[in-house]
T-cell receptor
């Protein structure tokens, strides 16, 4: 196990609702990245936070937003949920940037009905 | 555009035989390369990475990967497959000026039969 935890494990929402997913990074890690993994696909980068600042963003609309707290835990917020938002959301933490390996949590399975 | 290709959706091998899972990439400059494994309903587990230096990288659980710059490939290998190696394998690349963004391939399902 990596020491990265995510909550909740599973979540069911309806279209138009808002959702918040949470991630606790591994001890000593100050960088958190979020990925979306649709069924049968590889993970897609959403954004990264380094020391509470957004440090890069993938091709996702503004209704995907995030936050990192002083203890380096992080939240992913998605507004106005769409059916295509149904996916496994993965959080990864790393000791820093650059060459550092990203260690993934178990993910949150979001289903949008 | 930067991309990663895993040309085989599925690889089947017999237990005890060598295995290879292929990965090619298209990234400008000298990228960082990674392999991860995913078991059903689980997150990704890190196997190994190439940053610089020796082209043959050794990782967890007996896996290794060979970086070939001229062929822009980073194939995952293991000399003797185990049934427990059956899982979904992802190759990922990060450009040297891309911050923390990992670009993943679509994954290869490895099935090892007894």
């Amino acid at each position: 196990e990596t020491g990265v935890t995510q909550s909740p494990t599973h979540l069911i929402k309806t279209r138009g609702q808002q959702v918040t997913l949470r991630c606790s990074s591994q001890s000593g890690h100050n960088t958190v990245s979020w990925y979306q993994q649709a069924l049968g696909q590889g993970p897609q980068f959403i954004f990264q936070y380094y020391r509470e600042e957004e440090n890069g963003r993938g091709n996702f609309p503004p209704r995907f937003s995030g936050l990192q707290f002083p203890n380096y835990s992080s939240e992913l917020n998605v507004n106005a949920l769409e059916l295509d938002d149904s996916a496994l959301y993965l959080c990864a933490s790393s000791p820093g940037q650059g060459t550092d390996t990203q260690y993934f949590g178990p993910g949150t399975r979001l289903t949008v009905l | 555009a930067q991309s990663v290709a895993q040309p085989e959706d599925q690889v089947n091998v017999a237990e005890g035989n060598p295995l290879t899972v292929k990965c090619t990439y298209s990234v400008s400059g000298n990228p960082y390369l990674f392999w991860y494994v995913q078991y059903p309903n689980r997150g990704l587990q890190f196997l190994l990475k190439y940053i610089t230096g020796d082209n043959l990288v050794k990782g967890s659980y007996g896996f290794e990967a060979e970086f070939n710059k001229s062929q822009t490939s980073f194939h995952l290998k293991k000399p003797s497959a185990l049934v427990s190696d059956s899982a979904l394998y992802f190759c990922a690349v990060r450009g040297r000026n891309q911050g923390g963004k990992l670009i993943f391939g679509q994954g290869t399902e490895l099935s090892v039969k007894p």
